[in-house]
Structures are given as C-alpha cells and as structure tokens.
C-alpha cells in the first residue's frame, strides 16, 4: 500500500469548530475591531494605524501580526512602507455583521454610543434617499471629513473632502447658500458631529449622513475613487 492509499484519518468536527473559532478568537479584542474598522476605509501604515487608534507602534504592530495569522489582513510592500489591508471584502462585511447583531441584541450599545456622541441628537439627519434628492436638486453639498487617504481609497459620488483638522482654514470651499451635509465612517464615528457643530457655530445650515461608504454601498449605490476623478 502506497502512502496516498493509507487510510486517511476520521475527520473531526471539532477540527472544522476550532478553525472557525481562530478567526473569533483574532477578533476578540477592542484595539483589533479598531483597527479593523480603520482598514475597512483604507490601506494605511502601521504608523498610521497607531496614530489614529491611539496606540503605541509596538501594540500596534502586535495586535496586526494577530490579524494577519488569521488571515483577516494581509500586508503588502509599497516602496519603503508596508501597508495593511483587509484580505478580503467578506472581512468587512463580517465586521459590519457583528456590529449590527452588538447593536440589536446589546441595548447597552445605544447607551455607550450616546455617550460617545454627544451631539448625536443636535443635528438634523437626512436619509441616503433624502441626500441623493438634495444633491440632485442642487440644496445641499456633501462634505467628507475622514483624512484624505480615506476620501481616495473610497467615497460617496460628489463628496467634497475636507478633512476635519483643515475645516477651520477652508471654510472659504463651502457655500452659505447650501445645506452642508457631513459624513464620515458611518454611524459610529463621532468626526461629522465634530465638523457639523464648527460649520453651525459659522453660520452654515447643516445635517448628519449616518452611513458611511460600506453602508452607503449595501444600499446598492456605487462608490468612487481618486483614481476616477
């Protein structure tokens, strides 16, 4: 008997079970969800991952190393840097899965995320159906406020991008004639608050898009690029 004729052995179910639980167990952790929350817009450099989640390069670098063992995210070589990304767009959608069950099972969620956002109720909220009549019609103008490298790896059609640190100084982009509709990484991401409460203080009518680009594109709209522009 050949070694390819040697019985195989049984299979195990928990075998299939354990595999599964390497990808649950890569994501058990707060500072990994981040991160995996800030690829979902965009490729970035470790530096990069670890400024804007406010950890050390190290732990940064550390929590990655974890991610890419389960193949959730996979790194590549762009002249001197390396950058991360997510694997695969089911990665994505699997974080967006488990944020809407966190938000439908865990009443705990509305709780916390009030807290975060404060000024989650001050301003007025429009719908992805109620932008796209107001764009059409020329009433409002769209203002992306994520970082740039965001706004250029992803954004909504005729997005304006101005990134929140630069609003003060580019004011002058905007119109007073327009209702100024800010969005940045969907509805749990504090930014557009920040920039619709600058933009009021100056005199400019404003609302909140709670989507962002995923849930922009599972309504079914197409997204855009720097590339294409």
Not at 1 to 19: C, G, V
Not at 65 to 94: M, N
Not at 131 to 150: I, N, Q
Not at 212 to 228: K, M
Request: some cysteine; hydrophobic content about 40%; overall charge positive.
């Amino acid at each position: 008997m050949t070694i390819s004729e040697k019985k195989q052995p049984p299979a195990n179910k928990q075998d299939l079970y354990r595999l599964f639980a390497r990808i649950a167990a890569a994501m058990a952790n707060p500072h990994r969800l981040e991160l995996l929350d800030l690829l979902a817009q965009g490729a970035r450099t470790v530096e990069e991952l670890a400024r804007e989640s406010n950890l050390s390069i190290a732990n940064a670098s550390q929590h990655l190393q974890r991610l890419k063992r389960a193949r959730l995210v996979i790194d590549e070589r762009q002249g001197f840097y390396i950058r991360y990304r997510i694997a695969d767009p089911l990665v994505t959608h699997l974080w967006l899965e488990i944020r809407a069950v966190a938000s439908q099972q865990l009443t705990e969620v509305s709780v916390t995320l009030d807290a975060y956002r404060a000024q989650r109720h001050e301003f007025k909220r429009v719908s992805v159906e109620d932008l796209r009549t107001r764009l059409e019609k020329g009433t409002a103008v769209l203002l992306d406020v994520r970082p740039s490298a965001e706004y250029a790896a992803s954004h909504l059609p005729s997005a304006l991008s101005i990134p929140l640190e630069e609003l003060d100084r580019r004011l002058s982009e905007l119109p007073h004639s327009r209702t100024v509709v800010a969005y940045c990484r969907g509805p749990y991401c504090v930014l557009a608050d920040q920039a619709a409460e600058k933009l009021q203080r100056k005199g400019f009518r404003v609302a909140r898009l709670e989507e962002g680009v995923h849930e922009w594109q599972q309504a079914g709209y197409s997204l855009a690029s720097a590339r294409e522009a």
